[in-house]
């Protein structure tokens, strides 16, 4: 199994909702990533998970809540998002620990998020 | 501070023909430089990598990627492009090192035309 599975594909919500978006893997991979991308426009980082703890939060409003339940999952709860927030939403892992050079990402298909 | 450009925002080639989609890098230090290919509707999938060694990197789907560095130039290249070659296209480096930290280029997108 060489593949990152995100649920669910689409999601529309509106400003006052709480929903989250979840991540799994199962190649025994030990770093896994939120990343944000708009349209046409590359991915940028949000979130770092090695080793189930967290390790890098690029400075991503509080309204983004990750977790790292286990090994193999990755939730992003999302609650009071803006308009502004509609995006792809990607999450990928990598075997190591997310430090050793020339790790490739392994990434999910994305969850496609429409704030009203 | 590690940085790649793509000058390109859209590349358009005839089926059959040879392609190349441009990335030019700024490091401190060896180099460590990535393609990821982006098809409509799904995440990104790793292409190659180089790290060290040959010139010339060879990845999947028939792509390679040719290192120079007198010109900081990471472009990527195909012999024969197909219709299904069509997607955006990545360069990116890794900020600072590590891989956690991967800085992407702002994308090239590749339309082949049948």
């Known amino acids: 199994d060489t593949e990152v599975t995100q649920t669910p594909k689409h999601l529309v919500m509106g400003m006052t909702n709480k929903k989250s978006l979840k991540c799994e893997q199962h190649m025994g991979h030990r770093a896994m990533y939120w990343y944000k991308q708009k349209a046409k426009k590359p991915p940028e980082l949000m979130f770092v998970y090695s080793y189930e703890k967290l390790s890098i939060n690029e400075s991503v409003p509080s309204r983004f809540s990750p977790e790292c339940p286990n090994s193999s999952l990755l939730n992003l709860h999302l609650h009071a998002l803006q308009p502004e927030d509609s995006a792809l939403y990607l999450c990928?892992?990598?075997?190591?620990?997310?430090?050793?050079?020339?790790?490739?990402?392994?990434f999910g298909s994305g969850t496609q998020l429409s704030v009203l | 501070a590690q940085s790649v450009a793509q000058p390109e925002d859209q590349v358009k080639v005839a089926e059959g023909n040879p392609l190349t989609v441009k990335c030019t890098y700024s490091v401190s230090g060896n180099p460590y430089l990535f393609w990821y290919v982006q098809y409509p509707n799904r995440g990104l999938q790793f292409l190659l990598k180089y790290i060290t060694g040959d010139n010339l990197v060879k990845g999947s789907y028939g792509f390679e990627a040719e290192f120079n560095k007198s010109q900081t130039s990471f472009h990527l290249k195909k012999p024969s492009a197909l219709v299904s070659d069509s997607a955006l296209y990545f360069c990116a480096v890794p900020r600072g090192g590590a891989t956690n930290k991967l800085i992407f280029g702002t994308g090239t997108l590749l339309a082949v035309q049948p």
């Open positions: 990928a892992s990598s075997q190591a620990d997310g430090r050793q050079l020339g790790e490739k990402l392994f």
